[in-house]
């Protein structure tokens, strides 16, 4: 089992950037892909970034590809969303999700989640 934490979200102009966190507990973390989705009022789920648990190999939107960036800590059991030159439509709850395999862009391939942080962009 693995239970998530997501923090770091805020206020912030566009242009700015925050990072985000994922503490994880749980014994089997290094053995999970983790990925951030984020929704926004009146919106699905959307996907936003993946990294497979050996951290290896990273997938993102296009909508943030450039602009994101996502890494985690084993030894600190953490997954990270960089996110830079943000923008009003980056607007959304931001969750971190934890994946034993599947199609990492789908929300259904995700097992475990945290419970968002919400991100505001202002203009």
């Known amino acids: 089992q693995v239970q998530l934490v997501d923090s770091g979200g805020g206020l912030v102009q566009a242009g700015g950037s925050l990072r985000l966190s994922c503490a994880a507990s749980?014994?089997?973390?290094?053995?999970?892909?983790m990925g951030w989705f984020r929704q926004a009022p009146g919106k699905e789920r959307e996907f936003v970034a993946a990294?497979?648990?050996?951290?290896?190999?990273?997938y993102y939107a296009a909508s943030v590809k450039g602009r994101f960036t996502i890494s985690r800590d084993k030894a600190k059991k953490t997954l990270y969303l960089q996110m830079n030159s943000l923008k009003p439509e980056d607007t959304a709850v931001y969750y971190c999700?934890?994946?034993?395999?599947?199609?990492?862009?789908?929300?259904?391939?995700?097992?475990?989640w945290g419970q968002g942080t919400q991100v505001t962009v202002s203009s």
């Open positions: 999700a934890a994946s034993q395999g599947g199609n990492y862009f789908y929300y259904a391939s995700y097992d475990h």
């Open positions: 749980g014994r089997t973390f290094s053995s999970y892909a």
């Open positions: 990294i497979t648990w050996s951290g290896g190999n990273t």
